[in-house]
């Protein structure tokens, strides 16, 4: 049964909405009906196009990954390169938008919450190119463990402030930036990173990162001769690089489409950021949608190596998605993702966010049983600079711990190919 | 009438506003919140607000953020707060009006929060980040089945659409932020908050309380000129704050009522 919210804009389903306070529920309404606006101008396409192309990057390419493929036993991988973007993510695609959306509203003052960095990044850069100050905020956890990201924010003219409450992740830092909008609405635009948030963050996040699907789109036809994959997979956080790749297939029922969660290091509420695993529906920063949390539902606290990932809500789209069964939502541990991290820079050269190697380790899982005649695109929505000392002290650890596994000295190929055809799945 | 319209008519015919004292409920513990909101009536509160607290408060400034966290940490939760409640109202008849964020409220199911909420004395509740458009007719009309009052939000920032949306789905009063901002202290309050205050009261029939950054006997002289009711929050979550673990807490917080409240007995209009 349908219920009234399903026709109301800014629902995806029972999912979404505007559940903030009064005070940001007037400038929500004018974001909207600017946003619809404005995007359908030809003259701010085209600039945003433009700028795309010339400043950030694009197209990127769609590059068939033959010694990963080989590796995995032949089926055609290719990767979607948003890691070569300028700041070195998707996030880029969206802050951008934002950016010149908030120039058309005359607003000289943009904030952003980030995660693992990169939306701060791509949003102090996009600051700093139409010359609006900017605050990005970041959980005191994330900053010390995206130290990188903290100081390319700083040398961009952004302020980055620390924010010690909660988890110290990416949900205070959203938080925090919420409070401040809430304070400085008059004069400032909120650049969220993802399509989370009220209406219309998650459909206006999801329209600027429909270009990773739309090029991926062409590129499969022009390499392939086939416009579409037998399987996308991509890593969800709050879901943008996803949805942004998700959204050309989503009528294309031969594609078949998995989001990866973070799995982090047990199932317990607390240790993962997979929502779709112990969630439930609730409401945060603004939107229904699934969250983790527990009976009383105050909000859950969230693990995984990749901050990116590191947060209890998914974008009320996804839960959309989800309920559907349009898009399975699968988890990739840690570990798993680490150990996809090295894969991929033996294999073809690439350190990915860890972010991606969630995708890629989820990928991996599935290589051994498609033909060589498959065709799988990953997101590789970011690039790995950042988590160069996330992974050393991480592989630290382990090899502190697990000194005596011969495994350590293997090629990280070779332990692949063993877990692949080791027939233990 | 609701116990609330009847407080709100009678400070009318006193030609006062009436004094609404904010504490988090469960902070430092249930146990002293119990005494605590004792205090507040004693100190001679008209209206009693408890906040529920949340782990992600975006509408609460830092001294409300710590009191949730306090209250949580000694293991507050939404039925615990509401068994407080129904243990204090034996001795206290002041109205209560719940204050909280939507998701505490969903887990428990919202008929089940309004039917408890009723059942344990409280006379409404107030959802800071649950607007009217987004109410679907659910929790309200639950609320009004229990008797609960709605109470809803309005701001610096609502268009007059907003403000006719918002006083048609309220009932009790109309709480309206004095700015954009989240709670807390200030040393000045804006200087177009009366004005404001003025033309919304004359857009609305329900009662009209101003709070969020109401701190001193002269800014709830200064509101309590132009409102229904003057909300004070955050700083006496400070003086429970600062205090907590003294035996004479009640008695400071019952005083420090009485200080802030003075003004509006003292002052009537016209």
């Known amino acids: 049964m349908r219920k009234k919210s399903d026709q109301r804009a800014g629902y995806f389903g029972p999912y979404g909405g505007r559940f903030v306070p009064e005070t940001l529920m007037a400038p929500l309404g004018e974001l909207a009906r600017t946003y619809d606006q404005v995007s359908r101008q030809r003259k701010f396409q085209r600039r945003l196009k433009d700028l795309l192309r010339d400043y950030a990057g694009r197209p990127t390419p769609l590059y068939f990954a033959d010694r990963l493929s080989s590796t995995l036993g032949g089926v055609r991988i290719f990767l979607k390169r948003e890691d070569l973007l300028h700041t070195g993510a998707h996030k880029i695609n969206n802050a951008i938008g934002q950016a010149l959306l908030a120039e058309h509203m005359g607003k000289g003052r943009i904030i952003a919450e980030t995660g693992a960095g990169q939306h701060g990044v791509a949003t102090a850069t996009a600051a700093a190119l139409l010359g609006q100050s900017c605050t990005v905020y970041m959980g005191e956890e994330d900053m010390r463990r995206q130290r990188l990201n903290v100081d390319r924010m700083r040398l961009l003219g952004a302020e980055v402030v620390q924010v010690d409450a909660g988890s110290r992740t990416l949900k205070d830092a959203i938080n925090e930036a919420l409070r401040d909008w809430v304070t400085n609405v008059r004069t400032t635009h909120y650049v969220l990173g993802s399509v989370l948030g009220p209406d219309p963050y998650p459909r206006m996040v999801r329209d600027f990162q429909r270009v990773i699907g739309q090029e991926t789109r062409r590129q499969l036809r022009k390499q392939t001769g086939q416009d579409w994959p037998h399987l996308a997979v991509a890593c969800v956080g709050g879901g943008s690089n996803s949805i942004g790749l998700f959204s050309a297939f989503l009528e294309e029922p031969r594609t078949r489409l998995i989001g990866v969660e973070a799995g982090g290091i047990g199932e317990e509420l607390g240790e993962h950021a997979a929502r779709f695993r112990g969630g439930r529906t609730g409401v945060l920063h603004g939107t229904r949608t699934m969250v983790l949390q527990d009976r009383h539902g105050q909000i859950a606290t969230t693990h995984s190596v990749s901050a990116g990932l590191d947060y209890p809500a998914i974008g009320p789209e996804h839960a959309l998605l989800h309920e559907q069964g349009r898009v399975e939502y699968t988890a990739v541990t840690d570990a798993e993702a680490v150990e996809a991290f090295h894969l991929l820079a033996a294999t073809e050269g690439i350190l990915p966010a860890l972010e991606s190697a969630h995708a890629i380790a989820e990928a991996v899982k599935h290589a051994c049983h498609l033909s060589s005649k498959k065709v799988v695109v990953i997101n590789l929505s970011g690039r790995g600079d950042k988590d160069v000392e996330s992974v050393l002290e991480y592989d630290a650890n382990k090899s502190g711990s697990k000194r005596d596994e011969a495994k350590a000295s293997r090629h990280p190929a070779e332990t692949w190919k063993n877990v692949v055809w080791g027939g233990d799945r | 009438m609701s116990a609330i319209g009847a407080v709100f008519s009678h400070c009318r015919e006193a030609k006062r506003a009436a004094f609404i004292p904010y504490l988090t409920g469960g902070d430092p513990d249930l146990e002293t919140s119990a005494e605590l909101l004792e205090a507040l009536a004693a100190g001679g509160a008209d209206i009693i607000e408890v906040g529920v607290p949340f782990s992600d408060p975006i509408a609460d400034g830092p001294i409300n953020q ?91 920032t609502s268009t007059p659409e907003r403000v006719k949306l918002v006083a048609a789905a309220s009932s009790g009063f109309v709480y309206y932020v004095s700015r954009t901002g989240v709670t807390g202290v200030q040393k000045d309050l804006s200087r177009e908050l009366q004005r404001e205050v003025k033309k919304i009261r004359r857009r609305i029939d329900l009662p009209l309380a101003v709070g969020f950054g109401i701190s001193s006997p002269e800014q709830v002289a200064a509101v309590g000129k132009v409102a229904d009711g003057v909300v004070v929050g955050s700083a006496l979550v400070r003086v429970v704050e600062e205090n907590r673990g003294r035996s004479d807490l009640p008695e400071l917080l019952a005083a420090e009522v009485e200080r802030l409240a003075a003004p509006l007995l003292r002052s009537r209009r016209r």
């Not at chain 2, 059942?119 to 109410?135: A, K, R």
């Open chain 2, 66 to 156: 710590r009191a949730a966290v306090r209250a949580l940490e000694a293991g507050a939760t939404l039925p615990g707060i509401l068994e407080m409640i129904a243990r204090i109202r034996a001795r206290v008849d002041t109205p209560m009006v719940l204050f909280s964020y939507f998701n505490p409220l969903l887990a428990h199911g919202l008929q089940t929060v309004a039917e408890q909420a009723a059942i344990s004395g409280v006379d409404g509740i107030l959802c800071v980040d649950l607007p009217p458009d987004e109410d679907d007719g659910g929790f309200r009309d639950f609320c009004r089945s229990a008797g609960v009052d709605s109470i809803y939000l309005l701001a610096p």
